[in-house]
């Protein structure tokens, strides 16, 4: 079992800038593949970003390439999001996910993922 809790969220304008994190316990993610997925209400949860166990292989989805960064220190059993020049449509509740599958890609779908956080709020004003 690997348990997901999230941070970072919050109120920012439009153009800012925010750094997700997604601290994992109870088993160590050196061996999960990890997502960062985001739901706006009245949408489908969709994948944002994604990476392998070991850091070689990303996904990110399309509007949000060149802005957002996703990123994993195994060490600290944490991954992060990196947001910059955030857009109104970017708000959402952002969703941290853990796959075990181990082909060893960038997982972007929901189903791909076994744990899953609460999520964090974030709202990007214009």
């Known amino acids: 079992q690997v348990q997901l809790v999230e941070s970072g969220g919050g109120l920012v304008q439009a153009g800012g800038s925010l750094r997700l994190s997604c601290a994992a316990s109870?088993?160590?993610?050196?061996?999960?593949?990890m997502g960062w997925f985001r739901q706006a209400p009245g949408k489908e949860r969709e994948c944002v970003a994604a990476?392998?166990?070991?850091?070689?292989?990303?996904y990110y989805k399309g509007p949000v390439k060149g802005r957002f960064t996703i990123s994993r220190d195994n060490a600290k059993n944490t991954v992060y999001l990196a947001m910059n020049s955030l857009k109104p449509e970017d708000t959402a509740v952002y969703y941290c996910?853990?796959?075990?599958?181990?082909?060893?890609?960038?997982?972007?779908?929901?189903?791909?993922?076994?744990?899953w956080g609460q999520g964090t709020q974030v709202t990007v004003s214009s």
């Open positions: 996910a853990a796959s075990a599958l181990d082909s060893g890609s960038a997982y972007s779908r929901g189903y791909e993922y076994d744990y």
């Open positions: 109870a088993r160590a993610i050196s061996r999960y593949a």
């Open positions: 990476v392998n166990w070991s850091g070689s292989a990303l």
